[in-house]
Structures are given as C-alpha cells and as structure tokens.
C-alpha cells in the first residue's frame, strides 16, 4: 500500500496504531492495515453471484451467505430463522422494550443505534 505511513500514527500502551482519516485505532499494525484498505477503492474480490466488490476475502465469503437459503439462526421468541449470528442479535431487540439510544436534541428514542442516526439524519438534518 503506497504511503502508507502518512496514514498512521504509531501509539503506545494497548494500542499500536490510529488511523489518521477516521481515528479509528488498532492494536496491530497488520489490522490498521487491513482497516485502510476500507478508505481506498481497492476491492479485489468480487461475489460471483451479484458482483458486488469487497477489500477482503472473510468479508466476500460473510456476504455470500446471503445467495443461499441456510439460515442457521433461531429466534427463541418467535423462531424467525437469520443467517447471521449478529442479525440474530439485532433481531432479538424487536422483543424488548429497552431504548438504548436517545437523540441528544430531542427526546426520541431508539432500540438500534442506525435507528437514532437515521432520526437525526431526518428530523435534526445533521
């Protein structure tokens, strides 16, 4: 990756490395360097279904799931079947009552954080 290191800052403690266009930060240089490739329209590997581009191969194989019709995750309330293990988590807040995230210039609330985002983006046009 060309440049690379106008992209980071090495830091010490638990921490090795911040990635300097969104702060996000890394323990290893080889994960920041992974992370990277997400600000660069380098998408290599291509889904032979849809042709829809990914940075890594994990990330081409976790959409592929999608193309086929296993869904191994079981909803223990309704036993609506997910393919991922995290939209199972996600599925499983629409059977509580808890609103986690709440809209700092009004008082809506929100089960999901894309949801307080989407509000704010709405209602606030932040």
């Not at 266009?21 to 080889?30: E, I, L, S, T």
């Not at 360097?33 to 032979?48: A, G, M, V, W, Y």
Request: net charge positive; aromatic share 8%; proline share 3%.
């Amino acid at each position: 990756m060309a440049h690379v290191n106008e992209y980071y800052k090495h830091l010490k403690g638990d921490v090795g490395a911040l990635c300097l266009v969104c702060n996000v930060a890394c323990q290893h240089w080889n994960t920041l360097q992974r992370h990277l490739q997400t600000h660069i329209n380098f998408r290599p590997f291509t889904c032979d279904f849809c042709g829809r581009t990914f940075f890594s191969q994990s990330k081409l194989k976790r959409h592929q799931v999608i193309h086929n019709d296993v869904k191994p995750y079981k909803c223990p309330v309704c036993d609506r079947r997910l393919g991922r293990t995290e939209h199972l988590k996600r599925h499983l807040l629409v059977h509580t009552d808890s609103k986690p995230f709440g809209c700092s210039g009004c008082s809506h609330t929100t089960k999901r954080l894309d949801g307080i985002r989407r509000h704010i983006k709405r209602k606030h046009g932040v």
